[in-house]
């Protein structure tokens, strides 16, 4: 008998995190699922965790590639296995709460939709918040392709679609490196998907160390995909005002890089490093306002342990 829902989970040196994605998803209060990890080739220990975690699991299907061929084939490969009617995505440092699965079926069939997401919880170094708070997206009843091209329409782990459309679009892209969601998603809006985002917290994102390193582009990088961002207006014909929001969001795909290296320069203890980036955020992106707000709370757990080793 098939499951109505296959869960697909791509892992890549993931050893830290693995074991609690993949214990959410089996901590489901909705049961019907295959759960189908792709190992993209880790050199860590993810290999060693995924076989005992899932050891006597006769809803799990465990595939592994012999070379890294990245994650938009790696979730490829993991949709064409698939037997349920519907899909589900869940990146293997995220995790998702029980009712995940229950309410996202109801919501799915209750708003007679393709694709359903949800709003989730950011656990940063130093806090947790709703993505809800700094993306406008989370909170509007109809989605327009402007909005998508804008801002992040909907984290991978929140997502829950019937398989079909992703078969209608030809599956994710191969070689959208760094932008393999929003790629997906604009496939999707122009091959008429109709959309809902679930107004409740049904997930939890990490953004932790490792996950900073991971999202840190080299220059060459960044440039390669501004390159690929700039692709999408030929490819996908984009109005005028669809271009206006997409060069909006490469100009704050730039600047969040730079956030991102200055973080991990925090991190890494690397001051002088900081110090030079913010200089350089300020010269070439003049920023300012709500991006000097956020310099300042990455820099408060700093500024406090400081303080603290002064007086002891």
Request: glycine fraction near 4%; charged fraction near 30%.
């Amino acid at each position: 008998m098939k499951p109505e829902v296959s869960v697909i989970m791509p892992a890549y040196n993931v050893q830290s995190y693995i074991s609690r994605a993949i214990r959410s998803v089996y901590s489901q209060t909705f049961q019907d699922f295959e759960l189908i990890i792709i190992n993209d080739a880790s050199i860590d220990t993810t290999d060693e965790i995924i076989r005992t975690e899932v050891k006597g699991r006769k809803n799990t299907v465990y595939l592994q590639h012999k070379k890294n061929k990245g994650l938009s084939e790696t979730r490829n490969t993991g949709i064409k296995k698939a037997k349920g009617e519907y899909v589900a995505f869940l990146d293997s440092d995220d995790a998702w709460l029980p009712n995940f699965l229950d309410e996202q079926l109801k919501l799915i069939n209750e708003k007679h939709v393709d694709l359903v997401s949800s709003d989730y919880w950011i656990r940063g170094l130093k806090s947790v918040k709703k993505a809800s708070e700094i993306n406008p997206n989370i909170k509007k009843e109809n989605i327009i392709l402007k909005d998508i091209l804008m801002y992040q329409s909907a984290l991978p782990s929140t997502v829950l679609c019937k398989k079909e459309i992703l078969r209608k679009v030809d599956y994710f892209t191969k070689g959208a490196k760094g932008m393999e969601d929003l790629d997906m998603w604009v496939k999707l809006y122009k091959a008429g998907c109709r959309f809902y985002i679930n107004k409740k917290v049904l997930v939890t994102y990490a953004d932790n160390k490792e996950s900073i390193s991971n999202k840190v582009l080299s220059d060459p990088e960044l440039k390669e995909e501004v390159g690929r961002l700039q692709g999408l207006m030929e490819k996908y014909g984009l109005n005028e005002v669809e271009k206006e929001a997409l060069s909006r969001k490469i100009s704050k795909r730039v600047k969040e890089i730079l956030f991102l290296r200055f973080q991990l320069a925090l991190i890494d203890k690397k001051y002088k490093l900081a110090r030079k980036l913010i200089r350089k955020m300020h010269k070439q992106h003049n920023v300012r306002g709500y991006a000097v707000k956020k310099i300042f709370l990455i820099l408060i757990p700093y500024i406090y342990r400081f303080i603290t080793l002064k007086i002891r």
